[in-house]
Structures are given as structure tokens and as C-alpha cells.
């Protein structure tokens, strides 16, 4: 089992602890939000664990293997996988373009064969295959041959996930997927994540705002303040909690 989990990370941005000592596991076969009020240290406790950042102390391990060192693209193709707001698209190719690039870059040694000489490698077959799987996948079959550039933004951010899925990533990191999607949009990253969760091997991790969103999907809800976990479990039981009522949903403790 690949099991992450980080132990006592933290880091400071001058005087302001953003992540205090947070020790947490993530097991396969479970999805976890992340939740707390803005400036908990969310985003930050992402970037810990995805390698954006660099701890001043504490560990991210993967399979009990220790990242804490490890680049940002190392964490990735050791699998810790991060959806990144559009920012991993290549908007002047085409939907099919992009997943096929990006299942080209999990293959061993594309680093020799170049990124654009896709139509003469020997397992063109396979790679086109698999992207075909994921396309099909996120329902963007109809749409392979558009240019991304001129996608609505819901199906540019299918195609993030898309993308994040073509890493076959043992750890997904969502952070707030839905942000900024219209009420069409939404559902349909939501209706992927749901099919992620399918997959018992996968572990992912979702920091999300929306309280109805948290209750459909978590199997667990992990509380940050102040930089602090301050409450973990199930989330029924944790958004009953007096700490949750308080600080996260801003129930007065008067009204409680
Ligand atoms: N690069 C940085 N330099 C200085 N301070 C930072 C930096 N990144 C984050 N912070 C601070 O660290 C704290 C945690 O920020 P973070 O973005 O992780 O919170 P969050 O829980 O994700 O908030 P939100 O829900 O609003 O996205 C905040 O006080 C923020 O201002």
C-alpha cells in the first residue's frame, strides 16, 4: 500500500507559522478535504507535499519512501500527482494533442526521442491507445481535434484532469477544482472525481470551500487553523465538532 503522509511539516513566511507540525497519513482507497478558513494554510500545506515549497522542517514520505528533499518534478514521477489550474495546457494544440503529450512524458526515455516526433515511434499504437482511454474517460472524445485555446473553461479544466490522469499518479491533489465554474461546469469535474474515487489504489487529496461538495465526496475531512490540524476524522463527526462550528463555519459560540 502507498501510503502518504507527512510528519511535523512546517514552514514559516517571516514570523507567520502558514504550516505548524502537521502530521497526517493519507491512505489508498480514501479521498480527504482538506478544509479550514482562508489564510489556514491550505494551498501552502499543498505545496509542502507537492514540492513547491520546501519545508523548514518535517517529512513527506510516499510509500515510506522520503520526498521531503525531492524537486517538484521528482515528487511528481514518484506519484504525487496536482492538478494545476490550466497551467500544465498547451493552448495552441489540439485536446488529443496535449493527453497524448502527456502520456508520452510517463513513458521511459521520451526524454531522447523529443516531444513532437509522436507519428514514428514504435509504440505509437499503445500511446494512442491510452489516450484514447482517457479521453473517453472524461467524456472529451467529441472534441480531440479542437484547439484547447478555444475550449469553454469547464472542458479546459476536464482536460487538466485529463492530463493529471495520464500521469497515473498514486496520489491526486485537487485544489479547489470547481473554483471560478459555472453551474454546468462544475458537476462534470465532479462527476470525475467521483469516478477517481472508483479506483481503491488511488489516495486524493481536495481542498475545497464548498460544504456540500465536502460531504458528497470525503471519506474524511482533515481541519487546518492557523496553520494547525485542528480536527481529523470522519467528516460527519468532524463538521459536528465544536472546533468546526466555531472556527471553520463560523457558528458564534453564543448561537451553538
Ligand atoms: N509565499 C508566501 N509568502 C508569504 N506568506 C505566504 C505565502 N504563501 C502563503 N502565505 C501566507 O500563509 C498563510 C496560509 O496561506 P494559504 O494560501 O496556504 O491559506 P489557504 O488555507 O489555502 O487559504 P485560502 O482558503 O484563502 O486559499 C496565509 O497567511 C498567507 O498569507
Same mark, same amino acid.
Given at each position: /500500500? ?22 497526517? =497519513?493519507?491512505?489508498?482507497? =480514501? ?11 491550505? =494551498? ?9 515549497? #520546501?519545508?523548514?522542517?518535517?517529512? %513527506? ?7 521531503? &528533499?525531492?524537486?517538484?518534478?521528482? *515528487? ?5 500527482? *496536482? ?8 493552448? &495552441? ?5 496535449? %493527453? ?11 526524454? &531522447? *526521442? ?13 500511446? /494512442? ?11 472529451? #472524445? ?30 491526486? /491533489? ?6 471560478? /465554474? ?19 489504489? #488511488? ?11 465536502? *460531504? ?21 463527526? %468532524? ?18
Amino acid at each position: /500500500m502507498t501510503q502518504l503522509a507527512t510528519r511535523d511539516l512546517t514552514i514559516r513566511f517571516g514570523g507567520h507559522v502558514a504550516v505548524d507540525a502537521v502530521t497526517c =497519513t493519507f491512505e489508498p482507497g =480514501t479521498l480527504t478535504a482538506i478544509v479550514g478558513p482562508n489564510g489556514a494554510g491550505k =494551498t501552502t500545506f499543498f505545496n509542502l507535499i507537492s514540492g513547491q515549497l #520546501k519545508a523548514d522542517s518535517g517529512t %513527506v514520505t510516499l510509500g515510506g519512501r522520503d520526498l521531503s &528533499r525531492a524537486s517538484a518534478s521528482q *515528487r511528481t514521477r514518484a506519484g504525487l500527482g *496536482r492538478a494545476f489550474q490550466l497551467t500544465n495546457l498547451f493552448p &495552441r494544440l489540439t485536446v488529443l494533442e496535449n %493527453v497524448r503529450l502527456a502520456v508520452q512524458a510517463t513513458r521511459p526515455g521520451t526524454h &531522447r *526521442r523529443g516531444l513532437n516526433l509522436w507519428s514514428v515511434w514504435s509504440d505509437h499504437g499503445e500511446l /494512442m491507445a491510452r489516450a484514447d482511454a482517457i479521453l473517453d474517460a472524461v467524456a472529451m #472524445k467529441a472534441r480531440e481535434n479542437e484547439l484547447v485555446a478555444n475550449l469553454p473553461h469547464g472542458d479546459q479544466r476536464k482536460l487538466e484532469v485529463a492530463l493529471l490522469m495520464a500521469l497515473e499518479p498514486q496520489v491526486y /491533489m485537487f485544489d479547489e477544482p470547481t473554483a471560478g /465554474m459555472n453551474h454546468a461546469e462544475a458537476p462534470v469535474i465532479l462527476d470525475l472525481i467521483r469516478k477517481l474515487k472508483q479506483d481503491r489504489s #488511488k489516495t486524493i487529496l481536495l481542498v475545497e470551500h464548498k460544504m456540500d461538495v465536502v *460531504r458528497e465526496l470525503a471519506d474524511r475531512i482533515v481541519v487546518l487553523h492557523n496553520g494547525a490540524l485542528v480536527a481529523d476524522g470522519a467528516p460527519a463527526e %468532524v463538521i459536528a465538532s465544536p472546533i468546526v462550528q466555531e472556527a471553520y463555519l463560523g457558528v458564534a459560540k453564543e448561537a451553538a
